[in-house]
């Protein structure tokens, strides 16, 4: 983005409104789909509609067609677990010469899709409730245009690749592309029954129908190429497609309220956060989001498994044996790697490959590293899991020389980041927006940038690694840790503390100057736990007031700073993820009533997202009395951290934690706003057995009961609680 934030390299384009402001969204591995409540893909609106696989569009349309019609679309929906899209759907008025010939509602058509091994299934299922006969004429329009994903957000490419002979047989289609990295990338449609007649861009069909006769027919459209002659039927694949979803759902615990739009919340972020992860070849790693981020992302993945962490701790192994794998081990400029630092981003797709982007593997990313080592540390808290982190510590110990060699650019004890590469991220922080870091007076800072919440992610990390250490029997690496967070502890209360506002600073510039600006990013520091208790209190009272907090969140920036603007990524918006942080943060420094209206806020937000599902954000206008909150056009939507973010903050106002080596369950001070009265967790496990527990909310207290347990768990609730009772 310019100066006046007007353009940006990775900047997603929208030329025009969506097609779709409800779209639908599966995903299944590498393959994701992107669609309206029809079922149909559209080349209208942002143009980000399509199935997409491993980085590229493998269909760039498919449009359904009755007598030559679009259908009327009745009623749409995604399973709650995510697996199975289903439409409801009847035909317009037929006319001919002498008036309606087939009236509106004589013909039902549910079309369901999943996506399952690479392959996208599709069942049409027709049904007469017309007195008469019908001959019904359908079509398939359908294209590829091979994007890759950066074309799609808006990139200019000089020069592409080509496209090979379409092959038509009498069931199928196969499209063809070999992109400029020599790479061939197919689309397979295949159909059953054979169409009447079939081209490179179009199926027609033609059904009989009696009254109350059904017919059903069936496309399977492959995007690998090298797995398209082990396509099964649709009937054999939505039933072992459905028992994989069911062996994954059973892995987490149940959590379910009173308020029943607190549980559907539940249940759509729990499928959310599995929809990303199941079938991904990085196992138990989850993709950020859905259609922009479909890929494994560092810092996503890290924050999504400290989300999840108190529920399911082996999304946290998953995601820190990938990271390990990967950790940089050399320099190079291009992809802004050093070593010990920890993965932004990776990407298949041709422009990645090319290195027309840097994301094939990139490094650009300041607070994957030291969140790696906090992920680490709070991993081992939970489980009590030694063998594993004796395997990774050799990784903890790169990043954290990272932390002290390359982190820290100046040697002054701040880590600050400044771009490597031409191609690579301006800013690389969370909000890496190119106009997310300024002064009071709007003015950019100058690299290189010291985030204010990155020193509290180092501090933390630093902590981390010390009880590790001791952990592992080296006392003297712990204490000098334990001093080495200190000193960054108090050098940073001295250089980010900015007394007329109440808040630490959002960074220091490249002159170590502040960047004297109200921001959430402050809450994370609340979170690391680098805060005095005195100041965090202000900053408590700063996020929670008036310019800050909209009545659904807080604000990435607050109301009246220079580049604040509700409408923007990063300059105004809400976050769920932010918002769970912060109120973590809250929690920690005794504000649990604050946490409870963060979370009450995005639990009313909930009511008003399509299918309960919390977007990656949403603008930062003033909440308005009946009305729900302002989308944002192009957010992702499932995205795994905002999926994750009520996990955190129910966890927060529990003050929930877990001591896995001792199988210990603490709920310090357990709070409940007033709009959750009761609450049940059931299944919650360590390595030892598991408690099935019950919240409820008498006033100020609440009355907190085992209801079952197997194994040998203690379970322990702090005084505030009114009672414990295990059964």
């Known amino acids: ?165 379409d092959q038509v047989e009498k069931d199928l289609v196969l499209l063809s592309y070999e992109g400029l990295d020599n790479t061939i990338r197919q689309t397979r449609i295949q159909c059953d029954p054979v169409p009447e007649t079939i081209s490179a861009s179009e199926l027609q069909f033609e059904v009989h129908l009696q009254p109350r006769q059904k017919a059903i027919f069936h496309l399977a459209i492959s995007c690998d190429s090298r797995a398209v002659h082990d396509s099964i039927g649709y009937c054999s694949a939505i039933v072992s497609a459905r028992g994989e979803h069911k062996t994954a759902a059973e892995t987490f615990p149940l959590i379910y309220s009173s308020n029943s739009r607190f549980s559907d919340w539940i249940r759509r972020s729990v499928a959310d956060v599995q929809m990303m992860m199941i079938g991904n070849p990085e196992v138990n790693y989850p993709y950020a989001g859905v259609p922009w981020f479909s890929t494994v992302f560092g810092r996503d993945g890290i924050i999504t498994a400290l989300e999840m962490l108190w529920l399911s701790p082996w999304i946290a192994k998953g995601v820190l044996q990938y990271l390990a794998g990967t950790q940089a081990k050399e320099f190079n400029l291009a992809n802004e790697a050093e070593p010990g630092k920890i993965l932004h981003e990776m990407r298949s797709g041709e422009m990645a490959a090319l290195g027309e982007v840097p994301f094939g593997r990139y490094y650009g990313s300041v607070d994957a590293t030291p969140l790696f080592i906090v992920l680490a540390g709070s991993y081992y808290e939970r489980t009590g899991d030694r063998e594993f982190l004796q395997q990774l510590w050799p990784h903890i110990e790169l990043a954290l020389q990272w932390i002290n060699k390359f982190g820290d650019m100046d040697g002054d004890g701040f880590v600050e980041y400044a771009q490597r590469s031409s191609k690579g991220l301006v800013q690389q922080g969370w909000k890496d927006s190119n106009d997310s870091v300024f002064h009071a007076d709007g003015t950019l800072a100058e690299a290189p940038i010291a985030l204010c919440e990155v020193q509290g992610y180092v501090y933390a990390a630093k902590l981390a690694a010390a009880r590790l250490s001791e952990m592992l029997g080296d006392k003297e690496k712990c204490s000098a840790l334990e001093s080495e967070a200190e000193k960054l502890r108090v050098n940073f209360e001295e250089a980010f503390w900015c007394d007329d506002l109440s808040t630490y600073a959002l960074a220091l510039d490249g002159h170590k100057k502040r960047c004297r600006v109200r921001t959430s990013n402050a809450g994370h520091c609340l979170y690391a736990g680098i805060a005095s208790s005195d100041r965090a209190r202000l900053v408590a009272e700063t996020l929670l007031g008036s310019d800050s907090f909209s009545g659904w969140g807080v604000r990435t920036v607050a109301a009246g700073q220079a580049r604040y603007n509700p409408l923007s990524y990063h300059n105004g918006s809400i976050w769920p993820h932010d918002n769970s942080i912060v109120a973590s943060g809250l929690a920690k420094y005794e504000c649990k009533d604050m946490a409870g209206r963060i979370l009450l806020g995005l639990l009313d937000a909930s009511r008003w997202a399509d299918l309960g599902r919390l977007p990656e954000l949403f603008c930062g206008l003033d909440r308005r009395r009946g009305e729900g909150p302002t989308l944002y056009p192009v957010a992702c939507s499932p995205q795994a951290w905002a999926a994750g973010a009520v996990f955190l903050l129910v966890q927060a106002c529990l003050g929930v934690s877990i001591q896995g080596a001792s199988s210990r369950i603490l709920f310090d001070r357990p709070y409940l706003p007033e709009g959750i009265p009761q609450l049940w967790i059931k299944g919650l496990h360590t390595s030892k057995g598991s408690v099935d527990v019950f919240f409820e909310r008498r006033n100020d207290a609440v009355r907190v009961e085992v209801t079952d347990q197997q194994g040998e768990i203690e379970v322990v609730a702090t005084p505030s609680a009114e009672a414990l009772n295990i059964v």
């Open 1 to 165: 983005m310019d100066e006046d934030g007007v353009t940006q390299q990775y900047y997603i384009a929208t030329k025009s409104s969506p097609a779709d402001d409800r779209a639908r969204v599966l995903k299944y591995g590498g393959l994701f789909s992107v669609f309206d409540r029809v079922g149909d893909i559209h080349t209208s609106g942002l143009g980000e509609q399509g199935l997409f696989f491993q980085g590229t569009r493998h269909l760039s349309e498919l449009l359904l067609r009755l007598w030559d019609a679009r259908p009327l679309p009745l009623s749409s929906t995604i399973e709650t677990n995510n697996f199975l899209f289903t439409a409801d759907l009847t035909n317009l008025d037929v006319s001919h010469l002498d008036g309606v010939a087939i009236p509106r509602g004589t013909l039902h058509l549910q079309r369901s899709k999943f996506l399952w091994h690479d392959v996208c299934y599709e069942e049409f299922a027709f049904v007469n409730y017309g007195l008469s006969p019908l001959l019904l004429p359908f079509s398939m329009t359908f294209g590829a245009d091979f994007a890759d994903i950066f074309e799609v957000r808006g990139m200019h490419r000089q020069k592409k690749g080509q496209r090979l002979e």
